[in-house]
């Protein structure tokens, strides 16, 4: 089969694992293990396989605590911590959301690992692996980085007439577009501000400052950054009046607006790329979707995108104080960041694999080659800023969005309450 190599921040070439499978633990272990492969999001019968053959090869088992990610996990897996029953290994952020169990000491730094299994993530670029932003030392091991693009089913927008937004694109003209399709009776953007705000604010925000200014969290209200986040706030409280979003959009969960989108009934689904997966095994007609930029504005081409390495493999403390456990999860976590396994998982996304993943172009899907052809053009990239505050720092704005949109709350409340509760954590 012809195949294309990416380069190495995208894709790049397989190769074997580099890692053997640690030796089980007489008599098998059980780990608990919580993940965010579950619901909808693409992987789950992949991280499922994987779990299968780990425990058939190891005769150990896994007691798994997947759920999907939205505020109310993140929010779950500090209180487990806070409250000793965290998990022996734990697929999770790696920004201000893992400052609180980082900062108690309750998972272990890679450095540890390796000092006891030289070998532990060798066939990661070191210099790929983020530090986290609590103390600057490496605890998780990446797994498959993502970005962010704008899901469109192709059948809406032919049925309203409307055209698919381009790279040449503009917030106004995308305005324009929703309107159009508003007019013929769809919902232009499915949506919950209820659940996975997080989304439409990040690109809002960005839509406000620029790819080399958008990780930076507001010092004060009236500053460049505060201002950029008062006024992509505004915009998403705009699309809410204009009728643009899911009609109970501060209310449903993300499932329910994504099967929306899926049925036919909405034109457009910002996510990240692990939902091509969700998108696949949702429609019999992958062909009906594609992915592409989210109109900017401003400084922010619409090729300006957000994407990175925001989440990894930790071992918690708890876990690798038991000898048992320790192997047994070093030995979990080598299956998962193999080489070949990481490529199974990786896709289209970024990797920090020392030899890249390999992508056979033959098996794609065209969703998926549509969204090669996206990151092909990309000009600028970031990451969330929403990964430098944590989840309660955040939370007067994630926690109040429907209120915001509503005008229950003010804007510049919202952020100014967050600054407060930042300010509170430093001191």
Known sequence: MKKKVLSAVLCGVMAASMFPVTAMADGGVTLNVTTTFAGNE???????????????????????????????????????????AEPDVLFFFNGNDSNPFVEAGKVVSIEDIRAEYPEYASNMKDDMIPAS????????????????????????????????????????????????????????????????????????????????????VPAALDDAAGEAWQAGLADIKDLYEKGFLSENTNTATGD?????????????????????????EGTDDIDNFTVTYVPGNGDRKSTDIIGGLSSGWYISTKCWEDEEKRDAAVSLVEKFISDETVSAFAGTATTALKNGA?????????????????????????????????????????????????????????????LEIIEENAE
């Open 133 to 216: 932003p609590a103390d600057g030392v490496q605890y998780a091991v990446p797994f498959y980085g993502y970005w962010e693009g704008l899901y469109v089913n192709k059948a809406v927008m032919e049925a309203a007439e409307a055209e698919i937004p381009t790279a040449d694109t503009t917030w106004d003209q995308f305005l324009e577009t929703c309107q159009i399709i508003k007019n013929a009776g769809y919902t232009p953007i499915a949506t919950s501000l209820a659940k996975e705000p997080h989304y439409w604010f990040e690109f809002a925000i960005y839509n406000h400052d620029s790819a080399k200014t958008h990780t930076t």
């Open 256 to 280: 329910e607006v994504f099967q929306s989108f899926l049925e036919g009934k909405s034109a457009f689904y910002l996510d990240g790329s692990w939902k091509m997966g969700g998108i696949k």
């Open 358 to 418: 390999e992508i056979d172009e033959s098996s794609l899907t065209n969703l998926e080659k549509d969204a090669l052809a996206m990151l092909k053009d990309t000009t600028g990239i970031t990451g969330a800023v929403q990964d430098l505050v944590t989840q309660d720092e955040r939370a007067p704005i994630f926690d109040n969005m429907p209120q915001i949109v509503e005008g229950q709350t003010e804007i510049a409340d919202a952020i100014s309450e967050m």
């Open 42 to 84: 693409s992987n789950v019968e992949l991280y499922q396989d994987t779990i299968k053959a780990w425990e058939d090869e190891t005769g150990n088992t896994v007691e798994d605590a997947s759920a999907t990610s939205d505020e109310t996990f993140k929010a779950r897996i500090i209180s487990d911590f806070e409250t000793g």
